[in-house]
């Protein structure tokens, strides 16, 4: 509910906006943020006079400045004097003679601003992605694309010690993570109970021997964990079984390479896979709206490149060659 300023507060809005050029420079603050030197350049005046305006606009409480690098960038204050000021400014724009040039003027100044930093992303176009970037990361890009996905239960398979099972956990009704390990499961457990994640579910268990029930789960994901399977196939067919009808699978692993050290290294038992792989497999599982792409590619040897599969569970029960357990 909006409550009138004191009397204090008025007469002082009153006496800092009789002076026209305040007017002026409150008139262009109240749609941009501007620089003394960007107010310089639209109302022709000295440095020194604007900012002696600015600074008594300021001991009226109707402007408010903010850093940015070396200078600031000046605007007005919100609530400070509420629908009186707005109800002045609005009269006085059909007033003051300069008013419509000033914001001619400043809709120049401020398209200079954007001009500057289109020329900069101009400038580092094609290389922007293999640069340092403040604050991009796959992290935030992850965040916010699992913040899109309705609440639902997930199978992770091939979890490891959990770090993408707590990722989904933090949008998902409830995460299974299913492992062969026992020691990676005894880490993950520890994990999700010192972050405080309780809809995380560890089960010690085989891709191609899933231990989770028939249509149980919304979502199957198989993280860089596909080509560890004897039997990549099997593991396909166990998500298709505990895939609720119209569910969907969500395959991220390495596209088919030659580095033969993989398989002592990290103990890989396919050197990755081709689309035309996983797209077999996925056929064969009975999945359809089978979408298959490279994601990513490493720039240092041995350039590992980053496969990434999708489909849909039929709506129908049946998946083709298997059997409800």
Same mark, same amino acid.
């Given at each position: 509910?909006?409550?009138? %300023? ?9 006496? #800092? ?31 020194? &006079?604007?900012?002696?305006? *600015? #600074? ?14 070396? =200078? ?7 609530? =400070?004097?509420?629908?009186? *000021? +707005?109800? *002045? @400014? ?43 970037? $403040? ?15 309705? %609440? ?14 707590? @990722? ?12 062969? #390990? ?35 789960? +919304?979502?199957?994901?198989? #993280?860089?964990?596909? !080509? ?28 088919? !390479? ?5 398989? /002592?290294?990290?103990? +890989?038992?396919? @050197?990755?896979?081709?689309?035309? +792989? ?13 979408? &298959? ?6 720039? /240092? %040897?041995?350039?590992?490149?980053? *496969? ?11 998946? $083709? ?5």
């Amino acid at each position: 509910m909006y409550q009138k %300023p004191p009397m204090a507060s008025i007469v002082k809005i009153l006496r #800092s906006i009789a002076d026209p050029n305040r007017l002026r420079i409150l008139l262009l603050l109240r749609g941009e943020e501007l620089s003394v030197a960007e107010m310089q350049e639209i109302l022709v005046m000295g440095q020194s &006079t604007i900012s002696t305006h *600015l #600074s008594q606009l300021k001991q009226a409480g109707l402007v408010e400045d903010r850093r940015t690098g070396k =200078s600031s960038l000046y605007r007005l204050k919100n609530g =400070s004097a509420g629908e009186i *000021l +707005d109800g *002045l @400014l609005k009269q006085a724009e059909d007033e003051i003679p300069e008013a419509a040039r000033d914001q001619a003027t400043m809709r120049r100044v401020v398209k200079k601003r954007q001009d500057k930093m289109r020329s900069f992303f101009d400038s580092v176009a094609g290389r922007l992605g293999k640069d340092y970037v $403040p604050g991009k990361s796959w992290k935030g890009v992850a965040e916010a694309l699992l913040r899109l996905m309705p %609440p639902m239960v997930i199978a992770d398979l091939g979890a490891g010690e959990g770090a993408f099972a707590l @990722l989904l956990a933090q949008h998902a009704n409830k995460v299974i993570a299913v492992d062969t #390990s026992a020691k990676m499961i005894e880490v993950g457990r520890e994990q999700a109970q010192r972050h405080g994640v309780k809809n995380i579910e560890y089960r010690l268990g085989d891709m191609e021997e899933v231990p989770i029930e028939d249509a149980a789960v +919304d979502l199957v994901f198989f #993280s860089q964990s596909l !080509h560890h399977a004897l039997h990549p196939q099997r593991a396909v067919q166990e998500a298709a079984r505990i895939l609720r009808p119209g569910g969907r699978i969500v395959i991220l692993d390495l596209v088919s !390479h030659r580095f033969e050290e993989a398989r /002592e290294v990290y103990a +890989d038992e396919w @050197l990755g896979f081709s689309e035309t +792989d996983l797209e077999a497999m996925l056929v064969k599982a009975g999945f359809r709206g089978i979408q &298959t792409s490279v994601v990513h590619k490493e720039p /240092e %040897p041995p350039y590992f490149q980053t *496969l990434l599969a999708v489909a849909d569970k039929s709506k129908s029960n049946h998946v $083709p060659g298997s059997s409800n357990r």
